[in-house]
């Protein structure tokens, strides 16, 4: 019987799918791991505890995250909820504001953000701004384009979406007039929009009928004549015909994307003009307007500017370029066929230089990514090796300072990437907590979520130094029996950890608990299960001829790091793993010192079936836990 000794020096291919147990021959599945369940992987390859949830808020029920940074100090957390929006500024609550969003809308809500405003668009809603003037002064706004003071002209999008052949004719040449269909156009929600007729503008005042409506003339000159006419539009969005999908700033413009009735459709304003879309004669620094046309109808879904203005749509991925920008210079090109998902918004982000969405099918996390080589834009799949991870994705952001990509499943999961295209390193990773999650945004260096328990909608914030969730740390430099503050987990069994080491769990009654000694300090929260699970040895690494043989685990040797703790299976079940600077107790009366270096652990029995892992790692003791590499020493029997 041979003896091998397989060393795993990095866990930097994370959690791979179980159809690819038998791979050995695959890169990934030397660095892969069976499960990784609450564990962060480092760029360097070492895994570790996740980070706690820290209480931040009860928000006021189903939320949609949003994170606005004026500048490095200056950084807030928008909770768009019915009807409302909360603003946090550092955990705190600042101000609460009423918004036109209700509850159901939140999914498909798209924004852009320019210093001080956030632009939000919704395609039932008309576009509002909000603004910020201080900490506590907040506004929502509805958009106002530009007016031209002398002549009363909007220089807004217009459209005809009648057809061609419908004629407008109109009673007057100013003032109060009535204007005449030859075929249905008026509806009542026209009241309040304009149209044009031959470059006219009128506002709509009453609906009589579907083929009549009477209007005012805005502007100083008369309307031409009183002659039936094909020449006319009216305004492009407005409740008649849909709002804006999607918006975004892109090279000192506007660009706003689709809308119910032209979901193919990109405006962009004049340059250094945001609100101004007047199409002029076609100079360098005027408005741009076009469709996007091919064999499908490309629904916008959104926009995002990078290297190139990026437009993503229902069926295919855009490319907008010109340098500048301009109505003689811009170049549209289709670069890749995946789509986005049409029922939710999905904010697209930047990953070095890469911008990382999802797919129309929700089980892909597609990198686009322009190559010089080709001059075009690629889509390669990031969960290419983990499709059982992907579950309709609902949200995600991009943690940079600690290089961690979040995706929200629709399961209530969390999946964590580890992205380092540099070191070719993706390795993904799931998140669990007690309820669900349901939103993420990165502020700053804080990552916030939005997590549903017990009917309950949560915002928490992951905290390095808590090892629970929905957790609070709190002081008393005399000590203290009570510690309060807990109502948002009322009737909970928490985790404990006093004075740093770990106490019996504790039921929350009236917001509080109750200990039967005095401590300094408390974290108190949620259990939360880390899981580390390595993939079957593959026979090409076992020295065995074939599949089907036996695989006898001899010895375990893991490279630990300021680890508190570790709860081991070698197949008899799991069991505490005493280190030599203390006991074996999970419970323990006083803080246990962080242990770093190499802990050898035996093991009997074989193992005949060649997909059974031969150990896991299964605990929610919180206290920390990291390891940076594994030695497995076995037999086979070849």
Known sequence: MARTRLSKNSF????????????????????????????????????????????VDTALGPARLVSFEFNIEQTYLLVFSDLKLSVYRDGVKEVEIDT?????????LTWTQSADTLLVVHPDVSPRKITRTSHTEWTVDEWSFYEDDDTGKIYQPY??????????????????ITLTASEDVFVE?????????????????????????TADV?????????????????????????????????????????TRDLPNRLWMSKSSDLFNFDLGEGLDDEAIEFAIL???????????????????????????????????????????????????????RNVDGATLFISRDG???????????????????LAMLCKHLMNDPVDQDYDSYRRLFYMVMGDGTMGALCVYRAEKISAWSVLETQGAFKNIAVVGQDAYVLVERNGQTLIEVFDDSLSTDGGLFGVDEDGSFIWSGLDHLEGESLKLVADGAV????????????????????????????????????????????????????????????????????????????????????????????????????????????????????????????????????????
């Open 12 to 55: 930097s291919g994370g959690e791979i799918s179980p159809f690819l147990i038998g791979r050995g021959d695959l890169k990934a599945y030397e660095n892969g791991m069976a499960t990784m369940r609450n564990l962060i992987i480092y760029p360097t390859g070492g895994v570790r505890r996740r980070a706690g949830l820290r209480y």
């Open 100 to 108: 036109p969003w209700s509850e159901s809308q939140l999914a498909l």
């Open 159 to 176: 459209y005809k979406f009648a057809k061609d052949e419908v004629t407008l004719q109109a009673s007057g040449t100013s003032g109060s």
């Open 189 to 213: 929600n026209h009241v309040g929009t304009r149209m044009r007729l031959a470059k006219r503008e009128v506002e709509i005042t009453a609906v009589s009928s579907a083929t009549s409506a």
């Open 218 to 258: 805005k502007e100083s000159e008369n309307l031409v004549d009183t002659s039936a006419t094909k020449d006319w539009e009216e305004q492009t969005f407005s409740a008649v015909h849909g709002w804006p999908v999607a918006v975004v700033f892109h090279q000192d413009r506007l660009v706003i994307g689709g």
């Open 294 to 348: 091919s064999d499908q109808v490309n629904a916008i879904r959104s926009l995002f500017s990078s290297r190139h203005l990026q437009i993503f749509t229902s069926g295919a991925e855009w490319m907008v370029s010109g340098e500048p920008l301009t109505p003689e210079t811009i170049q549209l090109k289709r670069q890749t066929r995946v789509g986005a998902p049409v029922d939710r918004y999905v904010p697209p």
């Open 363 to 381: 089980q892909d996390l597609r990198e686009f990514l322009y190559t010089d080589m080709e001059q075009a834009y690629q889509s390669n799949d």
């Open 503 to 638: 106490y019996p769990d504790k039921t929350v009654s009236s917001g509080q608990l109750t200990l039967e000694r005095e401590v300094n300090s408390l974290e108190a929260g949620l259990a939360y299960t880390h899981v580390l699970e390595p993939l079957p040895p593959s026979p090409q690494a076992t020295g065995q001829a074939s599949q089907g043989g036996r695989v006898r685990l001899v010895s375990l040797t893991f490279r630990l790091k300021d680890t508190q703790a570790l709860k081991l299976d070698v197949g008899r079940g799991a069991k505490d793993v005493p280190f030599k600077r203390f006991g074996s107790n999970s419970v323990l009366d006083s803080a246990p010192e962080k242990f770093t270096g190499d802990l050898t652990v035996r093991a009997l029995g074989w193992r005949k079936n060649g997909t059974e892992s031969l150990w896991r790692i299964e605990q929610d003791t919180p206290l920390p836990f990291s390891v940076m590499s594994v030695v497995e020493e076995m037999t086979a029997n070849v």
